[in-house]
């Protein structure tokens, strides 16, 4: 004991933090979304219906499927979106961008989406096609809050914007980006969806500085559960997300190991959701990457089972 005793000093001596709170057995689960791809092979596609089969049950309070750049993968996201109205009790949200694309275009697509029953549009200004530079259509939408805009014109969407708790890469600034969002949601946007994060104290600081910007909407953090660490790091690396030390050095030596990877990955996400709980959040947003099992081992984790 008494070789110990000046560790121990120490080891009193220091921060305090404290556990997080009991789990409440009667306390409703968090509510949950997802987002998935649309396929670009056949094969790519059965992967995607059983990401959604397996996901399905879960009772998501909607699901989202992306957008390529430059409109690039319009035609698949609309039949996937479609489908998934026509043949799930789902309910779809389509990513739709502006970048590229006339107004008339634009809001063909979205008369599409009402048409085939989606009344929930993620509204993004979008990326340009790799090698070309994000410049307005001459007759276009030139940004998200104008797009939110012209969707209000189109018809009576729910729509959700992006919020990008390190600030946007093409932003000034981080309260040039924080103006854009105010703007976005001003224009009518329902909700705030966040580009993925790892450090939970970078998206409660955002959510502060929302709040003294005047910004009530709620901001659903967006959660991507680490597959492949090295792909993160990469993707990462081009929208502006940091990946932390801490993350990399749970990950080595995992190279061979999918089993550790895969406990890492659930568990790393599983302490997030659980730490923002505990600060008040009670709603995320699932990258799925449509690979599902990460995805419902962490809902499992935290208290949401499959409905009948």
């Known amino acids: 004991m008494n070789a110990l005793a000046p560790t121990l000093r120490r080891w009193l001596a220091g921060e305090r933090i404290g556990p997080l709170p009991p789990r409440n057995q009667a306390a409703p689960p968090p509510a949950l979304s997802f987002e998935f791809f649309p396929p670009k092979t056949e094969a790519l596609e059965e992967q995607l219906w059983a990401c959604i089969k397996r996901l399905a049950p879960l009772a998501p309070r909607f699901v989202s499927v992306t957008y ?12 996937t979106v479609s489908r998934l109205a026509r043949e799930t009790s789902l309910v779809p949200a389509a990513h739709l961008t502006c970048v590229g694309a006339t107004r008339e275009e634009v809001d063909d697509a ?13 509204a993004l200004r979008g990326d340009a096609p790799a090698g070309s530079a994000s410049t307005p259509h001459p007759g276009g939408y030139a940004y998200a809050s104008d797009l939110v805009a012209g969707l209000r014109r189109v018809a009576d969407f729910e729509i959700s914007v992006a919020a990008y708790p390190e600030t946007h890469p093409a932003a000034p600034s981080p309260a040039a980006d924080l103006d854009n969002l105010k703007r976005k949601l001003d224009q009518g946007a329902t909700r705030a969806i966040t580009q993925y994060f790892f450090d939970t104290s970078t998206y409660l600081r955002f959510l502060d500085r929302a709040l003294a910007a005047g910004i009530t909407a709620p901001i659903v953090p967006g959660i991507m559960p680490v597959s492949n660490y090295g792909q993160a790091v990469r993707f990462s690396a081009m929208c502006g997300t940091s ?16 089993e550790i990877r895969r406990i890492v990955a659930s568990i790393v996400a599983a302490e997030q959701v659980r730490t923002l709980q505990a600060n008040g959040v009670d709603e995320f947003h699932f990258y799925t990457l449509n690979r599902p099992d990460l995805t419902f081992a962490i809902a499992h984790i935290l208290g949401v089972r499959p409905q009948a």
């Open 68 to 79: 390529g750049a430059g409109g690039s993968t319009h035609e698949r996201t609309h039949a």
């Open 110 to 122: 979205a008369r599409a989406y009402w048409a085939a029953g989606v009344r929930h549009i993620v």
């Open 243 to 258: 990946v932390p030390a801490w993350l990399g050095h749970l990950f080595e030596g995992t190279e061979n190991a999918p």
